[in-house]
C-alpha cells in the first residue's frame, strides 16, 4: 500500500530519531491503535474517543479509515488473538498486542499489502516508549501469524461476547441463539434510513432496499452527509429496530404525544412528519442540541425541553408516551463493537431501578384511553421483558397491546406481550439492533 502524504507540522505523523532521519506514518493506522488501546486500557467508548480535539483534527477520509480500521479490529479481537498465540511464548502487553491485532485484521481480513503494513506498525512502535523494544517481535510475529492464517479466517471462531454479558443471554436465550447473536455482531450494521415518504423512491435514489417496515437500508457505506436528500431533510439515520416504538403508538394527525429520552430525535421526527403535537424531552442540553440540529434540517416542528420526566413539573397528560429509556445499550453491539471492552457490567442494576421509576413516571402522564411505548436498546430481559412484566403487575389500569406493528413478525412477541428484537433476526437483509418494545394502553 503506498503510503499517503502527510501535511508537515500534523501531529503524530513524523519522528526524528538520533540520527535525524525523519519516518513517515500512516495516520490512520496510529489512530486506529490509539483507539483500540484507549478502548481496551481506559475502557472508554469509541463515542466518546471520536469527538475528541486529536481525532476530529484529521481529515474526513483519514477520519473514516481510522475508525474503520479500528471497529474492524474490535469485531476480529478472537479471530486475530487466535492467529497471534501459537507464535508468542507468553502476551505481552496490551499496547504491543494491539498493534499486531490490527495488523493481522488489516492484512487478512481486510486484504490489505502484508509488507506495507508491517512495515509500517514497526515504524508505530519505534516511536513509541512502551512498544519500540517490541518491534522485532511484531515484526516476526506477524509475518508468521498472517502467513499460518490466510485462507483460514472466515472458518475461525467469532469473537466471543464478555463473561459478564454472554452469562445472563446464555440463561435467557440457551447458547445457539448467544452463537447467532455473535456472528451477527461480527458482522457489522449496515445504515438504515427513515424516510418521509415514498420509501422505494428513495432507495433506488439512493442504491438502497425497502425493509419490511419501510425503512431504506443502503447496499454501501459512504459519507452520509453527502448523499441526495439529506441537507434538505428527506430523511435521517435511524435503525429498522428504532424505527418501531414510535410506529406502534399508532399516532393520529393533532394527537399529543411526549417523546421521553428524546435525543438524538430520530422519533420525534418521525412523530412529527406523523402530523403530530410532539413534546421532546431530555435532560441533557447537549443532547437537545441535537434534536433541534435535527429538526431544523428535517424541517419538522417540535417543542423541545431540557428536563428530568421524575420531577418535570409540567402538569400536562398526552394522548401517547414513548419511553426510550436509558439501558445497557446491549443491543447496539454490531454497531458498536467497542461496548464488549469498554463496559464491565457494572452500573447496569443502576440502570434498572432507573428504568423502572421513569416508566412509573411516563406511564402518570398518559391520558385516560391513552397508550405508552417502553423500549430499550438492551438484549438482557431485565431491561424489558422483567420491566414490563413488573409494570404491569403493579398497575392493573394498563394492559398490553394486543396488535403488530407493521413488518415485525408474531413469533417475536414475548410472554407478557412485548416484543424481542435480536440481531440475528432478519439475517439474510442485513440484521437489527436488539431491541425491547412494548405497548401498553390505559383503561382507566
Excluded at 508468542?88 to 493481522?104: C, D, S
Excluded at 431530555?282 to 416542528?301: A, F, G, H, W, Y
Excluded at 424489558?384 to 413488573?390: C, K, L, M
Amino acid at each position: 500500500m503506498q503510503q499517503p502524504q502527510q501535511k508537515p507540522g500534523r501531529p503524530g505523523t513524523s519522528l526524528a530519531g538520533k540520527t535525524a532521519k525523519r519516518v513517515i506514518l500512516n495516520i490512520e493506522r496510529l489512530e486506529a491503535v490509539r483507539i483500540l488501546n484507549a478502548v481496551m486500557i481506559e475502557q472508554k467508548q469509541l463515542s466518546e474517543l471520536t469527538q475528541s480535539t486529536e481525532f476530529q483534527a484529521l481529515q474526513p477520509q483519514e477520519r473514516a479509515r481510522a475508525q474503520r480500521l479500528a471497529t474492524h479490529t474490535l469485531r476480529h479481537v478472537g479471530r486475530a488473538d487466535r492467529a497471534l498465540r501459537p507464535h508468542l511464548a507468553k502476551l505481552p502487553a496490551v499496547e504491543v498486542l494491539n498493534v499486531m491485532r490490527l495488523g493481522v485484521v488489516e492484512i487478512v481480513g481486510l486484504g490489505a499489502p502484508a509488507h506495507a503494513v508491517v512495515n509500517d506498525l514497526v515504524s508505530i512502535c519505534s516511536a513509541n516508549g512502551k512498544t519500540r523494544a517490541f518491534k522485532g517481535l511484531i515484526n516476526a510475529v506477524l509475518r508468521k501469524a498472517v502467513a499460518d492464517v490466510s485462507g483460514k479466517w472466515d472458518k475461525s471462531p467469532v469473537q466471543m461476547l464478555p463473561k459478564w454479558l454472554r452469562n445472563p443471554l446464555k440463561e435467557a436465550y440457551g447458547n445457539g441463539t448467544v452463537m447467532a447473536l455473535e456472528t451477527a455482531h461480527m458482522r457489522g450494521a449496515p445504515v438504515d434510513l427513515t424516510v418521509t415518504s415514498e420509501p422505494t423512491v428513495w432507495a433506488k435514489k439512493l442504491n438502497g432496499i425497502v425493509l419490511p417496515n419501510g425503512s431504506v437500508r443502503l447496499n454501501e457505506m459512504g459519507q452520509i452527509s453527502s448523499l441526495e436528500g439529506f441537507r434538505d431533510g428527506n430523511w435521517w439515520v435511524q435503525d429498522a429496530s428504532a424505527s418501531w416504538p414510535a410506529m406502534w403508538l399508532g399516532l393520529q394527525y393533532g394527537e399529543t404525544v411526549l417523546d421521553v429520552c428524546a435525543a438524538p430525535g430520530g422519533k420525534t421526527m418521525q412523530m412529527a412528519a406523523m402530523g403530530t403535537k410532539v413534546t421532546s424531552l431530555d435532560i441533557s442540553p447537549q443532547r437537545m442540541k441535537r434534536v433541534t440540529e435535527n429538526l431544523n434540517r428535517t424541517k419538522l416542528k417540535a417543542e423541545t425541553i431540557i428536563a428530568n420526566i421524575m420531577d418535570w413539573e409540567d402538569p400536562r397528560s398526552f394522548d401517547a408516551v414513548l419511553l426510550d429509556a436509558p439501558c445497557s445499550a446491549t443491543g447496539t453491539i454490531r454497531r458498536h463493537p467497542d461496548l464488549p471492552f469498554a463496559k464491565d457490567g457494572t452500573g447496569i442494576s443502576e440502570l434498572i431501578s432507573l428504568q423502572a421509576d421513569m416508566l412509573s413516571a411516563a406511564a402518570k402522564r398518559v391520558k385516560l384511553g391513552g397508550r405508552l411505548v417502553f423500549c430499550t436498546c438492551s438484549l438482557i430481559p431485565d431491561e424489558g421483558e422483567v420491566q414490563a412484566e413488573n409494570f404491569l403487575k403493579d398497575n392493573n389500569n394498563f394492559v398490553a397491546d394486543a396488535t403488530t406493528p407493521l413488518g415485525i413478525d408474531e413469533k417475536w412477541r414475548t410472554e407478557e406481550g412485548g416484543f424481542r428484537l435480536r440481531p440475528d433476526f432478519w439475517p439474510d437483509l442485513g440484521g437489527m439492533d436488539g431491541f425491547y418494545i412494548i405497548r401498553l394502553n390505559r383503561l382507566r
